[in-house]
């Protein structure tokens, strides 16, 4: 691809032009190259041999039955983000902007479809919104409050129901995330060590760390998306002890399921977007309390 070719694609984001040619977040090394630095592994070997194959096909080889049901990926992205290192002082992330990409058939990232904008360093507060939106119209807001037990508020802007508010409720004892949308339940959780086991033999792919987001209906979940974070998925150039940090997102949205006595039919009830932007404050959850520790470290060695 030539740089004219290059310039005239990525003319919608202009705004990427201005950051630092060293940056790995630059939008122009999405173009399709050798060392594109988010040319992740990959996502089954099934799908290696055509780059137009469906996503579909990739999805009928990593079904994974949990207790929930079966778990059938209908789309990917690749959130990237270096998160918040072990190593480092106790201070807010300097990413201000985080590109959520399209995946490939062969596991290479394409084009951004969103960008979550943090207005300012010292603030949590961030934007969702479309990368091939010029005026950058949030899409979403999550609003972060001061203090331990002040739960974000997510607002969508731009969604098929409509406008609509939520909180995302967080408990002492968990790192669980929950939250209610279009009149129903949504969890946020973090996969045990056996699901991370299957996942990682299905995948044939590492998996590290795994977020896993589950519609709650009485006793009965179903897994609606997961976000898998491994060796070969993670953000590159970050490590598993890095907390925040941005990996594979695989979404289940589509299709119908039982969910029990009331409710005979009916698809996930969750948008794509809400998807993105929950999955993104369970990772700024993750730096909050990384950089919480850090703090008690920093003041047990200085002392009184």
Partial sequence: MDAKKSNNGLRRLSSYSAIDPQNPFDAASIAPSSKNPFDTASLAPSTAASTSASLLSHASSTTITHTSGPFTPT???QIQTSGHSMVSLPTPPKTLETP????????????????SIRPLRTKGHCDLVRADDETRTPIATTRYRLGPSADPVVEILDDATGRSEFTMETRWTSRTLAFGFGGQRFEWRYGGRKERKRVAEARGEGCDNLLILERVVGDERRQVARLVRGEETRTPGTKKSNAGNGGRLELSLEGEWSSGDGVDKGGSGISEAVVVVTVLVMLKKEID????????????VLGP
Avoid: D, H, K, N
Wanted: net charge positive; aromatic share 10%; charged share 15%.
């Fill in 100 to 115: 959520i990409f399209t995946v490939g058939a062969t596991g290479r990232c394409e084009v951004p479809v969103y960008i």
């Fill in 75 to 77: 789309s990917c992205l």
């Fill in 289 to 300: 309390r990384m950089r919480g520790w850090q703090a008690v470290v920093i003041a047990g």
